[in-house]
């Protein structure tokens, strides 16, 4: 008999901590509960993107599956919000301003809020809402934020379809900066996600601050300038550009200059929502990183 191990009760030499590693590591096997280094997350969230798109259209169909309109209820949402804050804002309280077609304007800056306010507040809370997944598979959990944030966008393809069909029914003549409209909406998207990946780890970390996330959504939507011309009311100063420029309002506005004739193209307002784009992603990627070993747990 051979004797071996620890015990010395018969049982086979056990495998040293590096012949273990490496047998891991041909195996493809990795220690869960430990954050990976960056190149090597990165490269797990690419080779998991097919995943990412299947919990992105899994979230999609499960939204409307019992649902008798379906998918048309991605149109119909927006244009009834549309309606009402038309009729609200643009014909009762007369928010208006210098805007000529208020109507394009006040949709454009209205479904770019529905789509970032939708995956703000689910993205927000995603890993929470998504505990078991997180304990029964092994996974980059960015991707669940970031699964979120795709739904959201996927979504509203509908929604800014039909916003083409209103800009031309409101009489704006199709140009070539229309040809801006996708990176518009695929620069929204950026710094979407960057601030879901920071508020996903914040919420995780306290749970409290899920509760905040409402009414900060609720205060974006009155300081953006969703239903006005915040040049039109806020002044000149400091406070009219910090509305301006803050990630949520050039979002808006990134579309509203590629479909609008009477807002022209500005570089400064572009290289500022790259800037934010970057910026967030960047800064919220990290962020999320370094909590990796945290998330699931108790």
Not at 35 to 55: K, N, Q
Not at 246 to 265: D, H, K, N, Y
Not at 286 to 295: D, G, I, L, M, P
Request: glycine residues 10%; charged residues 10%; proline residues 5%.
């Amino acid at each position: 008999m051979t004797l071996g191990g620890p015990d010395h009760q018969g049982s086979l030499p056990g495998l040293s901590e590096g012949q273990a590693a490496a047998l891991a590591e041909r195996h493809g096997l990795a220690q869960v509960g430990v954050r990976p280094p960056v190149g090597v997350y990165l490269r797990d969230l690419w080779r998991h993107r097919h995943f990412l798109l299947t919990l992105s259209n899994a979230g999609f169909t499960a939204r409307h599956q019992n649902n008798y309109l379906g998918v048309f209820w991605s149109v119909l949402n927006p244009l009834l919000f549309g309606a009402a804050y038309w009729l609200i804002f643009g014909k009762l309280l007369g928010t208006t301003g210098r805007t000529e077609n208020y109507v394009g304007f006040l949709l454009a800056g209205l479904f770019t809020f529905i789509f970032f306010s939708a995956a703000f507040n689910h993205g927000s809370k995603s890993m929470i809402s998504s505990t078991g997944l997180v304990r029964s598979l092994r996974f980059p959990r960015a991707l669940l934020p970031a699964s979120v944030v795709l739904t959201e966008l996927i979504a509203s393809l509908p929604a800014f379809g039909i916003l083409l069909v209103v800009a031309v029914a409101t009489g704006e003549v199709p140009s070539l900066k229309w040809l801006l409209f996708p990176v518009a909406v695929v620069l929204a998207a950026a710094i979407t996600l960057g601030i879901a990946l920071i508020c996903a780890r914040l919420v995780h970390a306290v749970r409290d601050v899920s509760n905040l996330i409402g009414l900060a959504t609720r205060v974006l939507r009155y300081v953006s300038g969703v239903f006005f011309p915040i040049a039109d009311y806020a002044g000149k100063g400091l406070i009219s550009d910090l509305m301006m420029y803050q990630p949520v309002a050039l979002m808006m506005t990134l579309v509203r200059q590629t479909l609008l004739e009477e807002f022209p193209l500005d570089p400064v307002t572009w290289l500022a929502s790259l800037a934010w784009a970057v910026g967030l992603c960047v800064v919220g990627f990290v962020t999320f990183w370094r909590a990796e070993a945290s998330y699931g747990r108790a």
